[in-house]
C-alpha cells in the first residue's frame, strides 16, 4: 500500500484528492497538511512513501519546503502538484529534489499514474516537461539569464510579474518586505531592467507568466 500526505491550503482540493485516491486499491491518504508549516513538521516526523506537495501556501513556501525535508529526510519522495505551470517551476522544484511536477489541471488518471511511478521509481517527469528538460540541456551555452537568479530572487520575479505586491508576496514566501524589496532590486539589476514595467515584460517575453 502506497501512503501519501496531501500538502494544500485548499479544504476542497483535499477533499477531491482523497476522493480520487480512494477509488484507488493500492494508494491511502495517510496524512493532510493545510500549511506550508504544518506539512514540513509531518513530513519530518513521519514516514510517507509519497508527499503530495502544492507549492503555494502559508508558512514555508514549497520550494524551501522541498529543499529542508530533502536535506533532512533524502529518501522521501515528493510529487509537486501546483497551479503553476510547468514553464514556471518544474526546473527548479526538480533540482531542489521533487522528485516529479504536476499542474492541478492534470487529469485525475495521470495523478494516480504519477504517484506510483514516483513510490516505486523514484521519477515522474510528463512528455512536456521532459522536452523542457532536453532543451534547457542542449541550451546551457545560450543560457536565459533569468536562470542564474537564485530561487528566492525568481520567486520574487515571478510573483512580481502576477501583478502581486509587496505585502503579498513577503506574506507567502514569510519575509519582510524590505527583504522582498531587496530582491526585488537584484532581479532588476541582474536581469538589467529599470522599472517592474519592463520586469513584467521580460517575464511575459521569457514565458515565466501567461
Do not use: W
Request: with cysteine.
Amino acid at each position: 500500500m502506497i501512503e501519501i500526505m496531501i500538502a494544500d491550503d485548499h479544504a476542497i482540493v483535499r477533499a477531491g484528492l482523497k476522493q480520487c485516491i480512494n477509488d484507488t486499491k493500492d494508494i491511502i491518504v495517510k496524512d493532510e497538511a493545510s500549511n506550508g508549516d504544518e506539512a514540513f513538521n509531518k513530513a519530518i516526523q513521519n514516514d510517507y512513501d509519497v508527499i503530495l506537495l502544492d507549492l503555494s501556501m502559508p508558512g514555508r513556501n514549497g520550494l524551501d519546503i522541498i529543499k529542508e525535508v530533502k536535506n533532512q529526510k533524502p529518501k522521501v519522495k515528493i510529487l509537486v502538484l501546483t497551479i503553476h505551470p510547468e514553464e514556471q517551476y518544474a526546473m527548479r522544484v526538480l533540482k531542489a529534489g521533487a522528485s516529479g511536477y504536476l499542474t492541478k489541471e492534470s487529469a485525475p488518471q495521470e495523478l494516480i499514474s504519477a504517484i506510483r511511478k514516483v513510490a516505486l521509481s523514484g521519477r515522474y517527469i510528463s512528455p512536456s516537461l521532459a522536452e523542457k528538460l532536453v532543451f534547457e540541456i542542449e541550451d546551457k551555452k545560450e543560457k536565459s539569464i533569468y536562470r542564474t537568479l537564485s530561487d528566492r530572487e525568481y520567486q520574487v520575479l515571478c510573483m512580481t510579474a502576477t501583478g502581486a505586491k509587496l505585502d503579498n508576496i513577503a506574506a507567502e514566501l514569510s519575509i519582510s518586505v524590505k527583504t522582498v524589496s531587496s530582491y526585488r532590486s537584484r532581479v532588476l539589476r541582474k536581469l538589467n531592467l529599470h522599472s517592474t514595467a519592463e520586469l513584467i515584460r521580460y517575464a511575459i517575453d521569457n514565458q515565466l507568466v501567461s
